[in-house]
Structure formats: C-alpha cells, structure tokens
C-alpha cells in the first residue's frame, strides 16, 4: 500500500465538473493498493494518518495530529501510485503491481472506515472514476508511506 499524503487547504474533488467532496483543510491522500496488500496494511495506514503530527502547534512547530488540529481527510484512490518507472528503454509506466479493483476498492473502503473509527473525518472519491483536484498546498509538505 503506498500512500502520498500532503497537508492542503481547501481541496476539492471533481467528477464530470460537479463538485463530489471538499475538505477546508487537512490532508489529501491519495492511496494505490499493491498486490498483497491487506487488511493488516490498511488498518496500519488508517492508525498513522490519523495520528501524524504535522500540524503546526502554537509554538509553530509539527506538533499536531489530524485529530488535534482538527482537519478532515480527502481519500482518493489512486491505481497509478502501484505503478513502476522502470529502468531501460521503455517509457510506459509498468501497472502489473496495482491490486484488481474490487479489492482495492475493498481496502480503500477499509481505510476510510478505520480512519472514521479514529475519531477523522473524512471524505472521498469516487473509486475508479477520472477525477479533478483542486487543493492548495500548505507548506508545501508531502509525504510517501509505504506499508
């Protein structure tokens, strides 16, 4: 399960040029499941999301949580993150380590749920849908986690 995760303000999720979720601020994640990946891996995901502290404190230091700070999360689904720019003379991303959809969208659904669970509050995608965002960056601060 690989995830980038990002500190934004204001993102927006688009489908079709209507507006389906919108976050004030927070994080916007955006989440490829891998063959093999687990219900293990995505409560793992839903527990440090929820507990990273990234977030400025008073003292302007990364001392808050999610929670703390009192954010909200974008979930979106991503198949392309599983992809793999190999080495060599092709130039076409390798998606043969992206998970089929309806177990990706199992563990998506999973991690959305656990983060719930977690006291987040949280919104989505739409899963496997040609999606629009429109976030503005805070920091900017990104973040890959792999687990």
Same mark, same amino acid.
């Given at each position: 399960? +690989?995830?980038?995760? $990002?500190?934004?303000?204001?993102?927006?999720?688009?489908?079709?040029?209507?507006? /389906?979720?919108?976050i004030?601020c927070?994080?916007? /994640?955006? =989440?490829?499941?891998?063959?093999?990946?687990?219900?293990?891996?995505?409560?793992?995901?839903?527990?440090k999301?929820s507990? =990273? +502290?990234? %977030?400025?404190?008073?003292m302007?230091?990364?001392? *808050?949580?999610?929670?703390?700070?009192?954010?909200?999360?974008?979930?979106?689904?991503?198949?392309? *993150?599983?992809?793999?720019?190999?080495?060599?003379?092709?130039n076409?991303?390798? %998606?043969?380590?992206?998970? =089929?959809?309806?177990r990706?969208?199992? =563990?998506?659904?999973?991690?959305? $749920?656990?983060?719930?669970? &977690?006291?987040? &509050?949280?919104?989505?995608?739409? %899963?496997?849908?040609?999606? %629009?965002? &429109?976030? &503005?960056?805070?920091?900017?601060?990104?973040?890959?986690?792999?687990?």
């Amino acid at each position: 399960m +690989r995830a980038l995760i $990002q500190r934004t303000r204001n993102s927006k999720l688009y489908v079709d040029e209507k507006l /389906v979720s919108e976050i004030p601020c927070g994080l916007t /994640v955006f =989440l490829g499941v891998e063959k093999g990946d687990g219900e293990a891996q995505a409560d793992y995901l839903a527990h440090k999301l929820s507990n =990273l +502290r990234v %977030f400025r404190d008073d003292m302007g230091k990364m001392n *808050l949580s999610i929670k703390q700070a009192g954010g909200e999360i974008l979930l979106v689904s991503q198949f392309s *993150l599983a992809g793999k720019l190999g080495k060599g003379s092709g130039n076409r991303p390798d %998606f043969g380590n992206a998970e =089929l959809p309806e177990r990706a969208k199992y =563990l998506y659904e999973r991690v959305t $749920q656990k983060l719930k669970e &977690e006291g987040v &509050e949280v919104k989505n995608g739409v %899963f496997g849908a040609h999606m %629009f965002i &429109e976030q &503005e960056q805070d920091g900017p601060l990104s973040f890959v986690f792999e687990c």
